[in-house]
């Protein structure tokens, strides 16, 4: 429950822990549980945008808005626009909106509306170009009576945050210039005194207001604001001519047709003020949906300075597109049922606005590795999509400077995913995951000695022997690659028993033999599927290293590991 009381530090917003509480709430009680809200799915037409400052990199918070959007613009045919909020020049970080449109691009989300795309000139999307519209509406406002020009320099409106904060109340305009006659305001103008125009707040006890500070939130369900929370009079329009958030906002909201606001809950105290803005106008006002903060696991909030704030690490990570799409969309919202793996296609078909949470989400890199896994997996079974996921394998592949790039292919990497699919977080992993795939296999490792320690001294060089043999007898051309003969795995399956018949021994000495010299591991891909995946003269060549290894070895080397 969001309550909005007096305190000893004036007036705040903060989770309340009784229910129903019992002072002056801003939310009313309900009986609403988390992710079951009723009646709020959209009934025509659906305009949604993502707003963002280029002040930054994006940021895992800001892929959530964006998302959550998107989705709720797929999910009921609208429209999702893209709109760069950078009227605050001081803090525009340069490249900041090129990051922006990159991993919108990155995640799938594509907008329909925005820089470089539909609707109209690229120029529209950005609030620093569309200064004219805004001194034109909050001119509007001045002439209906509902702003006015404020003269007051930097100087006074720090001392009156001063003097506010040390008497323990919200630091709040105390409309000075509200009551200049309009004699004063002309020779102010007359002299060219800077000025900033102020919007004039409803008094939400005026029951004219009642539509301005009763409403209701889609995630939050009903508000009820009252005393000054939320009804400070803001500056509109500052006096360097350039608008801030509250006007430009509720201004591009309604000439691109907005119809549902999805955006943090940080927003959600100036929300009356946006509401008595489309008010004044005579606009229609849009839903409104105020998303849970995001959370570290210790319970602070997570911001773009955190670690697991920034976007780019998690794409310079490896993380998967469709795994990152999948972890954010579970972050405030609940699908209605117990699966947690899906793609954004299937997301886009099922995204409701009932599902949305008012708890607060904990970011879990945990949950996020598991989700990884799930959609590596998918990814690399899926043979339209292997090649993509390989050839960056690959590329990382070629940095390695244990490798030869010209023993290192495409192809090979795309059966060495397949092979190792279920050991991967990353699909740059797969050399770590398996080093036998691509280099000869170490078998002094104490992994290669213990296998040796479960099969007898005396029947160990004589399984290698059987093995070639028996190899040789199978393959027609030694030379053979796995990819020229598309049923090479079931010619291996049950190789294991042939060694085994040859040499009298029990399978399971023949299968930890052939571990041992193909791989030096004793856990990894099935026989079969390693012998499918060397030439027949590859496996051949690491029989013989193994057996003249075998020959070499004291007894007194295998035993000490």
């Known amino acids: 429950m969001l309550c909005a009381y007096p305190s000893r530090r004036g007036f705040s917003a903060f989770l309340c822990l009784r229910s129903p509480c019992r002072r002056t709430c801003s939310r009313l009680s309900t009986n609403e549980s988390p992710g079951t809200h009723s009646g709020v799915e959209p009934k025509g037409e659906v305009r949604v945008r993502f707003a963002p400052s280029p002040t930054g990199m994006l940021h895992l918070g800001g892929l959530r808005t964006a998302l959550f959007n998107y989705l709720l613009s797929r999910r009921y045919g609208g429209s999702f626009i893209l709109r760069i909020e950078d009227t605050d020049r001081r803090r525009v970080v340069p490249g900041a909106t090129e990051n922006i449109v990159r991993t919108l691009e990155w995640a799938g989300l594509s907008f329909d509306e925005g820089p470089g795309r539909g609707g109209g000139p690229s120029d529209a999307y950005f609030q620093s170009q569309r200064g004219d519209i805004y001194v034109k509406h909050a001119h509007e406002l001045l002439n209906k009576g509902v702003a006015y020009r404020c003269f007051c320099n930097s100087h006074r409106l720090e001392s009156l945050r001063t003097n506010a904060s040390s008497q323990g109340r ?9 009551h200049l006659s309009q004699r004063q305001i002309d020779e102010k103008l007359r002299t060219g005194e800077p000025f900033a125009i102020r919007m004039l707040s409803p008094n939400p006890a005026d029951p004219t207001s009642a539509d301005v500070a009763n409403f209701n939130d889609i995630v939050h369900g009903n508000m009820h604001f009252r005393g000054p929370a939320g009804f400070d009079d803001a500056v509109l329009l500052k006096s360097d001519g350039l ?4 006007l430009a906002n509720v201004v591009d909201d309604h000439l691109m047709g907005i119809t549902h606001v999805l955006r943090g809950e940080e927003w959600l105290m100036s929300t009356p003020k946006h509401r008595a803005l489309f008010k004044a106008f005579s606009w229609d006002i849009p839903q409104y949906a105020h998303l849970p903060l995001l959370m570290n696991s210790d319970g602070s909030k997570l911001s ?4 697991d704030g920034p976007m780019k690490g998690y794409i310079d990570d490896g993380y998967l597109p469709s795994a990152v799409i999948n972890y954010v969309a579970l972050l405030g919202w609940h699908p209605g049922r117990p699966d ?5 296609n299937s997301l886009e078909g099922m995204f409701t606005l009932g599902g949305l949470s008012r708890s607060k989400s904990v970011v879990s890199r945990e949950k996020l590795d598991w989700l990884n896994r799930q959609h590596l997996r998918r990814e690399i079974s899926d043979p339209s999509r292997l090649p993509n996921i390989a050839a960056q394998a690959h590329e990382k592949l070629l940095q390695n400077a244990a490798l030869d790039p010209d023993k ?3 192809r090979s990497v795309e059966q060495a995913l397949r092979l190792c699919s279920d050991r991967l977080l990353f699909a740059s992993e797969v050399y770590e995951a398996a080093p036998f795939l691509f280099v000869n296999p170490d078998l002094r490792a104490s992994s290669a000695m213990k296998i040796l320690q479960r099969v007898p001294r005396e029947k160990r060089q004589f399984i290698l022997n059987s093995a070639k043999d028996t190899i040789v007898k199978k393959s027609q051309n030694t030379e053979r690659e796995f990819d020229q003969d598309e049923n090479i795995e079931q010619k291996w399956a049950g190789i294991a028993n042939e060694i085994a018949a040859n040499a009298a021994v029990p399978t399971k000495h023949a299968m930890m033999m052939l571990r041992f010299a193909l791989t030096g591991q004793s856990s990894g891909p099935k026989i079969p599927e390693l012998l499918s995946f060397f030439s027949a003269a590859t496996v051949l060549r690491r029989l013989q290293h193994a057996t003249e290894y075998i020959e070499s070895l004291d007894e007194a080397q295998v035993s000490s590991k």
């Open 170 to 178: 919200t630091p709040m305009y105390d409309r000075h210039c509200l």
């Open 243 to 246: 608008p801030t958030y509250h």
């Open 304 to 307: 773009k300075r955190n670690k």
């Open 340 to 344: 947690e793996v899906f793609t954004l």
């Open 408 to 410: 290192v292919s495409t």
